[in-house]
C-alpha cells in the first residue's frame, strides 16, 4: 500500500505543475501585451497563487481515471494497468495542450480564454493557420509538440509510479475507495460552500489578460461547454417572466412620434455597402482615434453622414453579418448565421431589396465558409456572390485572400454593367491579421496594434483609389455609400474588452444621393449596425416593422441605447451610464451607472439579452 498514496499524490504535483508551466508560456508568449497595458512585473506572481483553487478542481477532475486503476491495482496489479495509466496521461497531455495552444493561437484577437463557440470554429482549422503569420503558426506547432514530449518524459521519469505485485489490503482499499472521491469532490467544487467554484475564483487584477492567465484553461472550457450545451434545454439569461420581459423591451423601443428625416435625392438610389473588417472606432479621427491612419475616410465624411456613437453588438464577423442584413442582434456563446434552420428565419434586407427590383451582388476576397457566412449570404438571395475562388492569377493575395484593392476594383469593373438600381455589399479582408499587405509600413506607432493600423491604411488608401475612379461613373450621381465595420477590434488604447471604447465602430452614409444640406454632418444618437435596415428600409419608403431590433436612426425620436454581447453576459449603454455584466461569475465588469437610475437600467440590458437569446431559441 506504500505505492499507491504516493502514486496518486505524485501525479497530482504533475499536473499542479503543468498547469503552472501552461500558464507560464501564456504570459511569456502574451509579453507584449503586458507591456502595452502597463502591467509591473510584481502583479504577474498573482496569476500563479489565484489560480490554485481552479488548478486543484481541474487536477481532481483528470485524476479521477487514474484513481480507478489505482483501486484497481491495489487487489489486481498486473502490468498492463501501467500502460493504460499511461496511455490515458498522454491522451489528456495532447488534449489540453491543443486547448492552451489554440488559446495562444486566438487570444491577440479575441481576448479570451478559449470558449465552445471557439471549437465551432476550429473544425475549419485553417481558420487559425489563416489568422496568424506563417511564422507564428509553426512557432505554434513547435510550442505545441515541444511541450507534449517533455511534459510526458518528464511524467514517465519523475512522476510516474509502476505498480507492481502488491500485497492485498482490502481495508486499505475500503478506505482509499470511500475517502478518495470525497476529497476529490470537495476540491472539484472548490469547499463545502453551497456554490461551486467558477472562474471569478481566478479573478484578481484589473487588468483582464492576468485574470485570463490565471483561469485553468481546462477548467473554462468544461464550463463553457456545459453552459453552452445547457442553452439546448433552456435560456440561460432568463431572469424575469417572460411576458415582463416583453413588456419591458416594448419600452425600451417605444416611439414617441413616428417620424422619418428624409436625406436623400430620391427613393431608389443605387446601394453599396461597404463593411469594413474590424474597423474600430480607433481608427476615425473623427471618433476620437490619432490623426493620420483613415485620411481617405476623414474627407468622405464631409460628404456624408457620422454617426459617431455606434456599438457593435457583436464581435466576430459571422455575428455583424447576422446584424447588418437581418438586423439580429449578437448573442453569447455562438451565432445564428451557424444554425441555417434558425438564420433563414430573419428577415432580410437583400430580399426585400430584391423586391423592389435592386440587383444585388456581394464581394469579398476571401472563404466565406467560416461561421456559416456563405450559406447565410446566398440564404439572403444575393444574385451574384464573389469570393477568392472567383478571382484569377493575376491579383496579390494573402494567407487569408485576394487583398482590398483587386476586390474593389473587381466590384467597380463589374457595377459598369449591372442593371440599377443595384445593392452591392463589399467586405474587406486586409485589415484582419495576419496583416501582410502590399505595402511598406507607412505608420511607425501604435505599439501592439501598429500592423493592424498600418493595415487599415491600406484599405484606406484603398479606398481612396477606388472613389477616383468610382465618381467618374455615370451610376455615381445617384448611389448611396454605407460604411460599418463587421465589429470592433483591440486598438493602440487597449480598451478593457468589456468597455463600450472596446466596441466602438465607425458608421457613415455618403454619397451624392444625400442632400447636400445633410453631408459633413454628425449624428450623436446611440446607434448599431442592426439599425441599418430599418434606416435604410425607411428612406426608400418602405415598411421595416418585421425588424423587431432595428431602430430608424432618422427618426430623432428613435429610443436612445445601446447594447453589446459578451462572451458570458451583455453590455448596456444609455446617456447616464453603462455595465457590463458576466453571468457565470455573476460580476460587474464596469458599472458607471447612476445609484437612482441602477434598478431600471440594469434591468433593461438584462431584460434585452434574454428576449434576444430567447427569439434565437424560439426560430
Known sequence: MKQILPALGKQFIFWLLFFAFERTLFLVFNSGMLVAEGISISEIPGSYWYSLQLDLAMACYILFIPFV????????????????????????????????????????????????????????????????????????????AGQIVLAYYIYRQFFFTTITNLKRNFIFTAIFLILTPGLFVVCMRGGFQQIPINQSESFYSKHNILNHASVNSGFNLIISIKENLSNFDKNPFAIYPQTEAKETIRKIYKIPVDTTIHILTT????????????????????????????????????????????????????????????GFP?????????????????????????????????????????????????????????????????????????HDEFVLSRQLTELRNEKQPFFSALYTLSSHSPYDEPMKEVLHWGKNERRFINAAYYTDKCLGEYFKKARKEPWYKNTL?????????NSYRNWDPNSPDYHRIPLLFYGDAIKPEFRGTQINRMAAHTDIPATLLAQLGQD????????????PYSPNFNYF?????????????????????????????????????IKEGKTYLQCVFQEYMDY
Open 69 to 144: 486503476f489505482l483501486v484497481i491495482q491495489s487487489v489486481y496489479s498486473p502490468n498492463w494497468l501501467n500502460y493504460f495509466n499511461k496511455i490515458y496521461t498522454a491522451i489528456i497531455l495532447v488534449a489540453y495542450s491543443l486547448v492552451t495552444t489554440a488559446e495562444l493561437g486566438i487570444y491577440s484577437e479575441w481576448k479570451t480564454k478559449l470558449p465552445y463557440k471557439a471549437i465551432l470554429y476550429l473544425k475549419h482549422p485553417s481558420e487559425l493557420f489563416n489568422s496568424t503569420t506563417t511564422g507564428n503558426f509553426l512557432l505554434l506547432l513547435f510550442m505545441l
Open 330 to 402: 449578437a448573442f453569447p456563446f455562438s451565432s445564428i448565421t451557424v444554425q441555417p434552420d434558425k438564420s433563414i428565419k430573419l428577415p432580410s434586407m437583400v430580399r426585400k431589396l430584391s423586391k423592389l427590383g435592386y440587383s444585388t451582388s456581394f464581394y469579398f476576397g476571401g472563404q466565406l465558409i467560416y461561421g456559416n457566412i456563405k450559406g447565410y449570404i446566398m440564404s439572403n438571395g444575393f444574385n451574384k456572390i464573389r469570393e477568392i475562388y472567383d478571382f484569377g492569377n493575376d491579383v496579390i493575395r494573402g494567407k487569408l485572400g485576394v
Open 544 to 555: 421595416y416593422s418585421d425588424y423587431d431590433w432595428s431602430r430608424n436612426l432618422m427618426n
Open 267 to 326: 427613393d431608389r438610389p443605387n446601394i453599396v455597402l461597404m463593411i469594413m473588417e474590424s474597423w474600430s472606432a480607433d481608427l476615425i479621427q473623427s471618433l476620437g482615434g490619432e490623426k493620420g491612419i483613415t485620411p481617405t475616410f476623414r474627407e468622405l465624411e464631409k460628404g456624408g453622414i457620422l454617426f459617431t456613437s455606434t456599438i457593435s453588438s457583436g464581435s466576430r464577423s459571422e455575428q455583424g453579418m447576422a446584424s447588418i442584413f437581418g
Open 481 to 489: 455609400f454605407i460604411f460599418v465595420a463587421d465589429h470592433g477590434h
Open 565 to 601: 454581447a459578451m462572451d458570458n453576459g451583455v453590455g448596456w449603454i444609455r446617456p447616464s451610464g453603462y455595465f457590463a455584466y458576466d453571468y457565470t461569475t455573476s460580476t460587474y465588469y464596469q458599472n458607471t451607472v447612476p445609484a437612482v437610475e441602477q434598478d431600471s437600467i
